[in-house]
């Protein structure tokens, strides 16, 4: 039975695992103040960023899905791994060998199989590369030479050769501890007859890191084309590889993508690696699928793709027919980006890493260079179908274009493509070109694909509720007392602790409160910051935990310098609308009061009604900021 982590190395492994450098693995952040970072959130859609970390407390939250937490959190959601999965991964990137209560450490026995599969598929990327030094990987090498790629370069990138056998990894990785139920599962090997054999035999390999760069599956391509098999084999979906998600060279390339708000994608391993050594470090390839919607989340988040972005994608295609259609499939997706994409097409066919062969690195540079807008090419595709020197191929082909123009969401660029059209097609009437767009696209039947989208859009969850909509202004005032509380509660102090939690209105708010008060109060909370957050956090209902969550990391409406005035006016501000609500309810009993039968009840009334007015004035005083 698996051992316990102790928690002293738990919270070493969070002291180790900067939040910071952990999810800025996975996202673009950039500052937004306050000590806060922003980022477009990696657990939902969304075209502006609401994903804030703040590195001095250790945590983060989205304000747009109203989830949040500690960097164990977020490697456990962005991971699907469990408690300990997620401390073994983080333990393994700080380098720290974990201890296990209930009978102690005994490494590799432990672990968890997100983290032994991740060590068996490095210990494998070794075993390939070494193996390519072989004389039986002669074959490899000529044709990586023949594709202009030096030794220096197959080990930047970690190409290795898979032994013409049938049980050479296996046998390597079994004498290392990994079982052959661990080698099956993670797509390494085969169930054979008498045992595992080898999933990659005789062929050139790729490894395929995930984004922080952890081999998580290969990519294999044949070198005899006598033999059986297809040309390329990929590792098969497993724990670790999901190749609707897999970006290949994405380890690589993630830095130049978010420093240069530019993301090439091309069509092989060896397109990715001729783009890197030619200066086009930005390329990413898919792997055994077409480009999709979760490579574009991928993608987006290192782009920081967003409104006013100056970012770009640029994918390239063959000029063939193939070519053409695998534009049109990636124009399907490309309004899912908000920054622009084009188009690289070598009109003669080459690829990236045929065109460095052929002609140099320049050569590639150029292509990448040369780029046109993915509209532009989408709607040129389509005209290029059509005989244009007749008025009825002019005509067929304006059909066959206008659903590609009405389907651009942002209606000036729709109506730039609209008069592109006309001038393409050669109707000099852009007016008979926009209102057969028009026509077009309003008597269009849905196709299955949007009906399927559209049905998929109505049966979709609603999206979780917020912690609060901050809008009424009291409501406002009770959550930046409860931000000071959680984030600076030496600036609050015993003032805060006098409140009762009939300040609050909001449910969220009362518990936040009493959860306070329960920990010892912001008296007995000190400086606050990390270790106070955790207290707070320690045994919380997961109803309440990002609440706290999101208080510890929203940005103060405050600089340093006017911190304790801003608390002072806040606490101030709380209590003036609990007097105020006490005065209106004291209004209203003596309203009731007969003030000749009860003169008595009705003079002690007033008497406390003047005593809160005054108390009303002094704290708008101290709320102002007087």
């Known amino acids: 039975m698996a051992g316990r982590i102790s928690d002293e190395d738990i919270a070493l492994v969070r002291e180790r695992s900067p939040i910071a450098d952990i999810v800025g693995e996975h996202i673009q952040l950039r500052n937004a103040g306050g000590g806060n970072l922003k980022g477009l959130c990696p657990f939902h859609d969304e075209k502006s960023p609401s994903f804030n970390v703040t590195p001095t407390r250790g945590y983060w939250y989205c304000f747009g899905c109203a989830e949040g937490g500690d960097v164990i959190t977020f490697v456990r959601r962005l991971e699907h791994l469990s408690f300990g999965e997620a401390v073994e991964r983080l333990a393994n990137r700080a380098g720290i060998q974990l201890r296990y209560e209930q009978g102690g450490y005994v490494p590799g026995r432990e672990q968890g199989e997100r983290s032994r599969l ?44 898979a032994p013409a056998e049938w049980e050479a990894l296996s046998r390597h990785l079994m004498a290392r501890g990994f079982t052959a139920a661990e080698l099956i599962k993670g797509g390494l090997a085969k169930e054979g007859r008498r045992g595992p054999i080898d999933r990659f035999r005789g062929r050139l390999v790729w490894p395929i890191r995930d984004i922080t760069g952890d081999v998580i599956g290969f990519g294999a391509r044949k070198l005899n084309d006598a033999e059986d098999g297809p040309k390329y084999l990929n590792t098969p979906e497993s724990p670790l590889y999901k190749k609707s998600e897999v970006l290949y060279g994405v380890d690589l390339a993630k830095r130049e993508i978010s420093k240069r708000s530019q993301a090439v994608i091309v069509e092989g391993y060896t397109d990715v690696m001729a783009c890197h050594l030619s200066g086009v470090p930005t390329a990413v390839a898919t792997c055994g699928t077409a480009f999709g919607q979760e490579h574009i989340k991928v993608l987006r988040r290192l782009l920081l793709d967003q409104s006013g972005s100056q970012g770009e994608v640029i994918f390239t295609f063959d000029g063939d027919a193939a070519g053409q259609k695998a534009a049109l499939r990636a124009f399907a997706d490309e309004q899912k980006f908000v920054t622009q994409t084009f188009v690289a097409v070598q009109g003669d066919g080459l690829d990236p890493c045929d065109l ?67 001038r393409w097609l050669g109707f000099n009437n852009e007016r008979f070109v926009v209102d057969r767009i028009a026509e077009i696209s309003v008597n269009a039947q849905p196709t299955a694909q949007t009906q399927a989208q559209a049905q998929a859009r109505a049966q979709r969850p609603a999206g979780p509720r917020k912690v609060a909509e901050l809008t009424d202004p009291g409501v406002r005032t009770e959550a930046e007392v409860l931000k000071l509380a959680v984030q600076r509660p030496a600036l609050l102090g015993p003032g805060f602790d006098a409140i009762g939690s009939e300040a609050f209105t909001l449910p969220e708010h009362v518990a936040l409160h ?20 955790d207290r707070l956090l320690d045994g919380v209902t997961d109803a309440l935990r990002p609440v706290v969550t999101r208080f510890a990391v929203e940005e103060l409406r405050a600089d340093v310098a006017g911190e304790e005035r801003y608390a002072s006016a806040m606490l101030a501000a709380l209590e003036l609308i609990s007097v105020a609500r006490v005065i209106e309810q004291l209004k209203s009993r003596m309203q009731r009061t007969n003030p000749v039968e009860e003169q008595q009840e009705y003079n002690r009334l007033f008497a406390e009604l003047v005593a809160l007015e005054q108390q009303r004035r002094v704290l708008k005083e101290r709320a102002s900021g007087s």
């Open 118 to 161: 991740i060590e068996a598929h490095r210990a494998a990327a070794e075993f390939y590369a070494e193996r390519l030094s072989s004389p039986e990987a002669a074959i490899g090498r000529r044709f990586l030479s023949e594709r202009g790629f030096e030794r220096v370069d197959a080990e930047h990138f970690g190409v290795g050769y």
């Open 356 to 422: 460095r062969v052929t002609r140099g690195e320049a050569a590639v540079r150029d292509l990448i260079a040369s780029r046109e807008p993915l509209f532009a090419f989408a709607i040129r595709s389509v005209i290029s179908r059509y005989d244009v020197s007749s008025n009825e191929g002019r005509l067929s082909a304006l059909d066959a274009a206008a659903p590609i123009v009405a389907g651009i969401k942002d209606r000036a660029l729709r109506q730039l493509y609209a008069v592109d059209l006309d």
């Open 514 to 533: 009493k959860l306070i008060a329960d920990a010892g109060g912001a008296a007995a909370a000190g400086p606050g910051g990390r270790e106070w957050v």
